[in-house]
């Protein structure tokens, strides 16, 4: 029963890893860019969460409304003035100039905020269970979270490929120049991408803020976990980033089943057999 | 008399320090079909990158529906009305057929086409319209690169060779749609290697070689002589 509970707890922590990793799967698919500092946008949502929190006392659910909208904002014109000059033929300088960023966030927040854990406090949710049996029992913030990433990726899927700027975000993934020879401004459409990603950086932060324990220097595992989760489930699939992301989750919690000091482990390795086994991931896009 | 659709004076175009274009000089007005022929790295391409503001060209003297659009970027000149069908078709492989047809309908202005008439102009794709873009025969794939152009209902259409490994009765079948796009009031360029299917189509025919208009005329004033020598650079009675 341990074992049956402890992979019923990875999937739903899978919930988690998925909202960690879509927004770097969306900004990867549609701009062949991967966002370094992409863990570290997760923790600015933390604090941006926490700062409503302390500010106006709401519940940090709440801080959703504040968060994604600013997260999305931000985004949009961190791509516009910033990020575009970067992209070329060349994918050295977007790496290098997020890396850059992630090394200038851990700091300003260490900064401002100091090196202290900080977490969130969601009150009743953080330890009510729904009990499947005697020995089985599923909480409902774990279940709140991999619902969320359901709906999110649900409608990141609806978004692609019901809507016309759906369509030309997936146009612009097969191919940029084109894309500009039907009337798309690539530096606006690749703004919006951003926005949508860090929209759901947004969501992802305050989840990972009344989940867990968190600090400044916590972003690159998170953008770890993201990676891997996108990788197990193949690059430019967001059900492929759920499925990675449970994987993860399922691998870590046996894990820590095993021994609570093999957890993270656990994760990396399941990765690297992936890695091996299927190198293109396990529901890779598919090219024409 | 009305401006000229498009209009290019000394227009120059390079690659880094290799000059490909040497001062242009090309119009085309409302209604006509024009055919750009030349061979192989003659500058053909460039300058339809060129115009579509694929390339840079702040500076340059080049006008479209009267208007200075030099530097203007490939987008703009969408909305504005100037349509391409790429060399190599470029369909988007993961849209299909359908979704193809509408991402040419995102920068539009006008109603002139929609997916009926497209449908209309080239039957078969409207049976496979659900079918991955790229999952088509050449020909199929080349009917979708013009209607994806013809979404944005241009003023100026310009399509990039076309013909390019196409089965000669491929190539009769995407020819005969010329007339009628034209009969919707469409103006062409016509980039073409194949010199007689450029003839048969064009009301007038620039022949372009080493960057620069070697020959211009209407096919019927120019004989087999002078375009061997505008195309080849062959001197007269040399040409093969």
């Known amino acids: 029963m341990d074992w049956i509970n402890a992979i019923l707890q990875g999937i739903l922590l899978g919930g988690l890893y998925a909202l960690f990793a879509a927004g770097l799967s969306l900004m990867f698919g549609v701009m062949r860019f991967v966002n370094v500092a992409h863990g570290d946008f997760i923790v600015i949502s933390a604090y941006g969460a926490l700062i409503v929190v302390a500010a106006t006392g709401v519940h940090p659910l709440w801080a959703t409304f504040v968060v994604v909208p600013g997260m999305a904002l931000l985004g949009y014109v961190g791509q516009r003035i910033l990020l575009n000059r970067t992209l070329g033929e060349d994918i050295l300088p977007p790496l290098l100039v997020t890396f850059g960023f992630s090394i200038i966030i851990q700091n300003v927040l260490l900064e401002v905020f100091s090196a202290d854990s900080q977490k969130l406090q969601a009150g009743w949710m953080e330890t009510a269970s729904i009990p499947i049996n005697q020995s089985i029992s599923i909480g409902v913030m774990p279940l709140l979270i991999f619902a969320s990433a359901l709906i999110v990726i649900a409608g990141l899927q609806a978004f692609f490929y019901k809507t016309s700027l759906g369509r030309v975000l997936r146009a612009t993934s097969d191919d940029q120049d084109t894309v500009r020879l039907m009337g798309a401004n690539n530096a606006k459409i690749f703004g919006y991408a951003t926005a949508i990603a860090s929209a759901v950086v947004g969501i992802a932060g305050v989840y990972l803020a009344m989940r867990t324990n968190f600090d400044p220097s916590v972003g690159p595992a998170r953008l770890l976990f993201a990676f891997e989760a996108v990788i197990i489930g193949g690059l430019g699939n967001l059900w492929g980033t759920l499925a990675g992301g449970i994987i993860l989750g399922v691998a870590q919690a046996i894990g820590a089943q095993i021994d609570p000091g093999f957890q993270i482990l656990a994760g990396h390795l399941a990765f690297l057999i992936l890695l091996v086994v299927k190198p293109q991931g396990l529901f890779p896009k598919m090219k024409g | ?240």
């Open chain 2, 1 to 240: 008399m009305a401006d000229p659709v498009l209009q290019t004076r000394g227009l120059t175009a390079h690659y880094g320090d290799f000059q490909a274009l040497f001062g242009i000089d090309f119009e085309i007005r409302q209604g006509e079909t024009v055919a750009i022929i030349g061979s192989n790295g003659a500058g053909k391409s460039t300058f339809l990158r060129s115009i579509t503001g694929m390339l840079n060209t702040a500076g340059q003297d080049i006008a479209f529906l009267g208007q200075p659009v030099g530097g203007i970027s490939a987008h703009d000149l969408v909305r504005k009305g100037l349509a391409m069908v790429p060399e190599g078709r470029k369909l988007f492989p993961s849209l299909t057929v359908e979704e193809n047809l509408l991402i040419g309908a995102y920068g539009r202005s006008g109603s002139e086409w929609t997916l009926e008439t497209i449908y209309d102009l080239f039957p078969i794709l409207a049976e496979r319209r659900h079918h991955g873009g790229t999952d088509l025969s050449g020909g199929q794939q080349q009917m979708v690169a013009i209607g994806r152009a013809l979404m944005s209902n241009p003023k100026l259409l310009l399509c990039d060779e076309i013909s390019l490994g196409l089965a000669p009765i491929v190539i009769k079948d995407i020819y005969e749609a010329v007339p009628k796009i034209n009969a919707h009031g469409a103006t062409m360029v016509v980039v073409e290697q194949d010199v007689n299917q450029a003839m048969a189509v064009a009301d007038r025919v620039y022949c372009f070689q080493e960057g620069r208009v070697s020959l211009t005329g209407k096919p019927d004033e120019l004989t087999r002589e002078q375009i061997s020598a505008a195309y080849f650079g062959l001197e007269d009675g040399e040409a093969a």
